[in-house]
């Protein structure tokens, strides 16, 4: 079968006896780089006895076959440089691919750092969505967050420290500068930090460009922010979703879902307007 192992984020201390057993014991590990491998094996003194597979997002294509070859008969240990595979990491082909093949797949928890920044946050964690990275170019990065813009759900991005000040200043433009949010770096370690504020309060922060591995995580829309919402907004946005590249029928239920409405009737809708 194939594991999914999480691994530390940041505190070696936050390695699961789990994980420690089966590095020790697996015959066979995918890792994103096995030289992270080899300094998180040495510093958790865990002497490895496996043959070593790299699975980065540059040859997991090509590993596949390989890796699932093995484990027909052998378990394949997964791991990345930090958290869980899959989860804006590699792993997410080969467990696609495994359970096409019938192989099974099962999991190691451990770390995240989707799940520790929203705990810390304060801001509502009964729903939410993790978005991933964020585009590197502000063009593409306005668009994104203006597909965002009426989710209710709290909202978890992945950043880098040279570009987060440029993204604050993005969302700034598109959510509000009066939007809740918080940025964490070096979670688990020696120099964590949550900063938390409205977007305007959080881009002044980011002068100081802060170090470290970043998630920033941003408030959904409240329902005393949502403004009221004609039937003409509705076609708009319809219209708008249907130039971006979707279906008729995928632009009528991401509009009909991000506003509450019945995509049966707002599709009649669409079909009246047309008519008329």
């Known amino acids: 079968m194939l594991i999914l192992a999480a691994t530390p984020i940041g505190n070696l201390s936050d390695s699961s006896s789990r994980l420690i057993e089966h590095l020790g014991s697996s015959r066979f590990i995918a890792a994103e780089d096995t030289r992270t491998l080899l300094k998180l094996a040495n510093g958790l003194g865990v002497k490895l006895n496996a043959k070593l597979f790299s699975l980065h997002e540059h040859n997991e294509a090509d590993r596949v076959e390989q890796l699932l070859e093995i484990a027909k008969y052998e378990d394949v240990l997964v791991v990345t440089d930090a958290g869980m595979p899959t989860v804006s990491d590699p792993g997410f082909v080969l467990v696609r691919a495994a359970i096409e093949a019938g192989i099974a797949v099962t999991v190691i928890p451990g770390p995240s750092a989707v799940l520790a920044a929203l705990a810390v946050s304060g801001l509502p964690t009964d729903r939410f969505s993790f978005e991933g990275f964020l585009p590197r170019k502000s063009g593409e990065r306005k668009k994104f967050f203006t597909d965002l813009v009426t989710e209710a759900r709290t909202m978890v991005f992945f950043e880098s420290p040279h570009r987060i000040q440029d993204s604050l200043r993005d969302a700034l433009t598109v959510f509000g500068p009066d939007r809740r949010a918080t940025v964490s770096r070096e979670l688990t370690k020696k120099f964590e930090e949550t900063a938390r504020g409205s977007l305007a309060e959080l881009l002044e922060w980011a002068a100081i460009e802060p170090r470290g591995e970043l998630v ?58 047309r008519e008329s």
């Open 216 to 273: 920033l995580v941003i408030a959904g829309l409240s329902q005393m922010e949502k403004p009221e919402v004609t039937q003409a907004d509705l076609l708009e946005a319809v219209e708008f979703a249907r130039n971006s590249g979707l279906s008729l029928k995928q632009s009528v239920a991401k509009v009909a879902e991000a506003n509450g409405v019945s995509k049966s009737d707002l599709y009649q809708q669409v079909l009246d307007s």
